[in-house]
């Protein structure tokens, strides 16, 4: 028994240490999922904006494009007025490039500097675009020299090559954009990679320790399970003594009680037979002096006349109740005696019909004093004593009607519940109720609780629980004084089978 207290303290340190470790492991995952959420969404981020420096980088390489295509077709055209396909090469291109422009000032509008670019890159196309114009203008006049002339001119060369220059550096800006934003998502990538790395690492170690607890709780627990069993080998022994001797002492009470409630009878038989011969006696004294009250009035005396009227049928009187009482109590004695050691034969027990052939037999007093009694609900089946069951219900719906309030209709309620194994019967009244100190002393063999004002010897409830308890039950009330009462009878589903011989 000593190896109990030790394992408990064993038990606890086990599971203080299990429960902080799964709270490591649990926090290493908690910061990898954290790390991981963090990761895809600045990957996300970062991805979009790489997807967006591409855009910008397209964008530019578009506008250049599409400059140097107009510009390639315009020399063309200069050169070879009469190819209409250069003209046609020339308007496609111009045509396209105020979409690509707006489409590049779109892309760059969240970029202080690509703005101030972009700002620029319209005033230098601008310019060119009024160059071409006034060289197209020349030679719809015929003057293709001064075409020439214009076209060659410095000033159109600069702005082709500051455009240039424009677009170079747009396309810079974005290269040294990518690059920034590539190396963050690196670091994002190897931060996330050290995180589960280190994350493993606890885990692994989470684990190692907990492997290593587990298996030296299961060798403490083996040696706890050996010492155990050993235990267990000589407890069985003593428990089967134990309760050989509960049996045996049981039997000598229940003997005892027998013995002593049957000795008691006779010398209470005899009292009683001699009680009624006094009264006989005393029947004759008083008519002999009634008759010497008439025929010779001074012979009798007041103390005399007295005694024989009045003094002795009063003590018989007494002395015939309290026999009476103490035949009471000796039958409840020996109910209780023959209720232990009455064999047990369990059936099914349909409990509506019981309780209503119970109702039946108590139809008179029922209907005497505007008394209702119903079952609530199923009530579910159990396999137990009928005989038992019958003195257990009879009782507490006895007492219900006798422990009515006065001038209130009678409601007395019988319902139930099953609860895995067990069944539980509640027995629910109206009636005056019982004081929550008397909830355990009115079990209590010939206690009762309250006015005595109802005839009754304090046997029936300690009946009840007696019975109960043989069937491998418990009894319980709830009351208030003025608020009814509810007893709660519990039940095992089926009797056991070492329950049927005690």
Do not use: C, W
Not at 70 to 87: D, N, V
Not at 106 to 116: K, S, V
Not at 164 to 188: C, G, I, Q
Not at 387 to 402: G, H, P, R, T, Y
């Amino acid at each position: 028994m000593a190896d109990q207290p030790a394992a408990a303290p064993i038990n606890r340190t086990l599971a203080r240490r299990m429960t902080a470790l799964m709270a490591l492991g649990f926090l290493a995952l908690v910061l990898v999922g954290y790390a991981a959420l963090r990761v895809m969404q600045r990957n996300e981020v970062h991805t979009r904006l790489v997807g967006h420096t591409y855009q910008v980088e397209n964008a530019v390489l578009n506008v250049r494009r599409l400059i140097e295509e107009s510009e390639a077709a315009r020399r063309g055209y200069l050169l070879l007025p009469r190819r209409t396909i250069s003209l046609d090469n020339y308007r496609q291109a111009n045509g396209m490039l105020p979409t690509a422009l707006t489409r590049l000032d779109q892309l760059t509008r969240d970029n202080p500097a690509q703005r101030r670019f972009n700002q620029g890159l319209r005033l230098q196309f601008a310019s060119l675009s009024a160059r071409r114009d006034r060289s197209f203008a020349l030679l719809a006049r015929g003057d293709q020299r001064g075409a020439l002339l214009a076209f060659s001119d410095d000033a159109e060369i600069r702005d082709i090559v500051t455009i240039r220059n424009v677009l170079d550096r747009m396309a810079e800006v974005e290269r040294r954009l990518l690059d920034r934003r590539t190396a963050e998502l690196r670091a994002s990538e190897r931060a996330f990679v050290a995180i589960i790395i280190a994350a493993g690492i606890v885990l692994a170690v989470v684990a190692v320790i907990s492997l290593l607890t587990i298996m030296s709780y299961t060798r403490d627990l083996s040696r706890s399970d050996e010492a155990l069993r050993e235990m267990n080998a000589g407890l069985e022994g003593m428990v089967a003594t134990r309760t050989e001797d509960l049996t045996r002492a049981n039997e000598e009470i229940q003997r005892f009680a027998y013995i002593v409630s049957h000795d008691l009878r006779s010398p209470l038989v005899n009292v009683m037979g001699f009680t009624a011969e006094l009264e006989a006696a005393a029947g004759e004294l008083r008519a002999l002096v009634e008759r010497v009250d008439a025929e010779a009035p001074a012979v009798a005396t007041e103390a005399a006349r007295l005694a024989a009227t009045e003094d002795l049928p009063e003590a018989i009187g007494f002395i015939r109740a309290s026999t009476q009482k103490m035949d009471r109590l000796i039958n409840a004695i020996l109910q209780l005696s023959r209720q232990g050691r009455r064999s047990l034969t369990p059936e099914k027990i349909d409990m509506p019909q019981l309780i209503r052939q119970i109702g039946d037999t108590l139809s008179h007093r029922l209907t005497e004093t505007d008394t209702v009694l119903t079952v609530e609900g199923p009530l579910p089946v159990v396999v137990s004593d009928r005989l038992a069951l019958d003195q257990i219900f009879s009782n507490l719906i006895e007492n219900a009607v006798k422990y009515l309030r006065p001038g209130v209709p009678g409601r007395i309620t019988v319902s139930g519940r099953q609860a895995r194994d067990r069944v539980f019967y509640m027995v629910r009244d109206n009636g005056r109720g019982i004081d929550p100190r008397d909830h355990q002393r009115v079990f209590d063999l010939f206690r009762r609780s309250g006015q005595q004002d109802r005839p009754g010897e304090g046997i029936g409830l300690a009946t009840v629980r007696a019975l109960v308890f043989r069937l491998g039950g418990t009894i319980d009330v709830a009351s208030e004084l003025g608020q009814g009462a509810t007893f709660t009878i519990s039940l095992p589903l089926a009797i056991a089978r070492q329950d049927i011989n005690p």
